[in-house]
């Protein structure tokens, strides 16, 4: 919804916000996990790894989707998605992948 608004009416504006989010979610999806000696982030995209530590964090389906202001269904396939790519089958053992 911010990209259709945005994108069209303010381009510079618009590139800007996604250079500072990627540069931003860069050094912050560092997370190192010495199971695999793997940055945690390698597989993930920006949204999966984000949802991923907000869930590895107890927050709930719901909390996510008030704060992010989607879906809960949204929430769902992404968490989803980012268990299936960091081969984890619970909650608990995302939490012990995303926070070691």
């Known amino acids: 919804m911010l990209e259709a608004t945005i994108k069209p009416n303010w381009p510079e ?7 500072i989010t990627y540069r931003f979610s860069s050094g912050w999806r560092r997370v190192h996990n010495p199971i695999t000696g793997h940055d945690v982030a390698d597989d993930l ?10 869930a ?13 202001n989607i879906s809960i269904n949204t929430v769902k396939s ?23």
């Open 13 to 19: 504006d618009f590139k800007r916000i996604i250079d």
């Open 56 to 68: 590895a964090r107890s927050w709930t389906n719901q909390e996510i989707a008030e704060y992010l």
């Open 78 to 100: 992404h968490i989803s998605e980012a268990m299936k790519k960091l081969n984890v089958e619970n909650r608990k053992d995302l939490k012990q992948y995303m926070l070691r």
């Open 45 to 54: 995209t920006t949204t999966e790894f984000a949802m991923a530590m907000l």
